[in-house]
C-alpha cells in the first residue's frame, strides 16, 4: 500500500533528524583521538562500509544497493569522497562548533544548486528559513572571528558544498539506493588514506573508538539518502542544519568546550528558522 505525501513527508523529516543527531558526534570522534585525519578517514571508512554492506545483505538488497546505484550512485560516491576529505581534517584546524556552524549554509547551497541543475522551486518559506540560518551563523562567526582557523573553514565550506549536491542528485534520482554509494564513498578513500596516512600505527583503544564512530557515520548516511528522497532540497538542508545547535553542546559536554554567548544566540536561531521552515509541512 503505498502512503500519502504528507506520511512520506513526515518519515523523511523523521530521518534527517535522526541523521542530523548522529553527524553532529563527528567532531567529538575526530577530535577524542590522537590518530591523524587520514588514520581517522581510513578507519572510519572501512567500518563504515563494512557496517553498511552487513545491514544491506541483512535486509536482502545487495544487489539493488550496489549492482544498481546507476551514475546518479557513483556522482554521490565520488562528491561524498570529495566531501569526507575535509571533513575530517577541518575538525582537526578548526572548533566542532566553527564547522557545524558553517555547515548551516548549506540550504542556501543547496537551494541554489536545486534551482540551477533540477529547476526545483524555493518556496518562501523555505527561503525564509535558509535567511534565518545563515544570519545564525554570522552571528555566531562575528562573536569568535579572532579564533577561526581559515584553512579549517575553508574545508568545511568544501565539505558543505558537498553534502548539499548529494542532497540534490537525491532528489533529483530518488530511486539511487542509499548504502551503495556511501560504502562506495569509503571504499575510494581507502588507498588514499593508506599512502597518506599511517592507518597501521594506531592505538587499538582509538581503532575500537573509530568502529563506533563508523557505525553511526554509516546510520547518518543512510538516513540522510532515505530522507533526501521524500523532501525538498532546501528543507533537506535545513533539517540537517539541525547538527549546528547539537555539536557545540555535545563538545561542551565531552571536552567542556565552553560555546561563547554568541554560539548560543546564533545556534537559536538556527534552530529556530528549521523549525519555521518545517512546521506546516509536519503539522
Do not use: C
Request: charged residues 10%.
Amino acid at each position: 500500500m503505498s502512503r500519502s505525501p504528507r506520511s512520506e513527508h513526515s518519515i523523511g523529516v523523521f530521518l534527517l533528524v535522526i541523521s542530523a543527531i548522529t553527524f553532529s558526534t563527528a567532531g567529538l570522534f575526530t577530535k577524542g583521538v590522537e590518530a591523524g585525519s587520514w588514520e581517522v578517514i581510513f578507519w572510519r571508512g572501512l567500518f563504515a562500509a563494512a557496517f553498511t554492506t552487513f545491514w544491506t545483505a541483512k535486509r536482502g538488497s545487495l544487489r539493488q544497493n550496489f549492482l544498481g546505484m546507476g551514475y546518479s550512485g557513483l556522482a554521490i560516491a565520488v562528491v561524498g569522497a570529495l566531501g569526507t576529505a575535509a571533513f575530517i581534517p577541518s575538525f582537526k584546524l578548526t572548533s566542532i562548533a566553527n564547522v557545524s556552524l558553517i555547515y548551516a549554509v548549506s540550504p542556501l547551497i543547496a537551494a541554489l544548486f536545486a534551482w540551477l541543475f533540477i529547476g526545483e522551486r524555493v518556496t518562501a518559506r523555505t527561503l525564509a528559513g535558509s535567511v534565518g540560518a545563515l544570519s545564525g551563523v554570522a552571528i555566531i562567526v562575528a562573536g569568535s572571528l579572532g579564533e577561526i582557523s581559515l584553512t579549517g573553514d575553508f574545508l568545511a565550506l568544501w565539505m558543505t558544498a558537498a553534502m548539499a549536491a548529494i542532497m540534490v542528485i537525491y532528489r533529483k534520482y530518488p530511486a539511487t539506493p542509499g548504502a551503495g554509494p556511501q560504502v562506495l564513498q569509503s571504499l575510494l578513500l581507502l588507498p588514499f588514506a593508506g599512502m597518506l596516512g599511517n592507518p597501521l600505527n594506531v592505538e587499538r583503544a582509538e581503532i575500537f573508538v573509530l568502529a563506533a564512530f563508523g557505525l553511526l557515520f554509516a546510520i547518518a548516511s543512510v538516513t540522510l539518502a532515505e530522507g533526501a528522497k521524500r523532501i525538498p532540497s532546501g528543507q533537506t538542508a535545513l533539517l540537517s542544519a539541525l547538527e549546528t545547535p547539537l555539536a557545540p553542546v555535545f563538545a561542551f559536554l565531552v571536552f567542556t568546550e565552553i560555546p561563547t554567548g554568541a554560539t548560543f544566540l546564533g545556534g537559536s536561531v538556527v534552530l529556530f528558522a528549521v523549525l519555521f521552515s518545517i512546521r506546516n509541512k509536519t503539522q
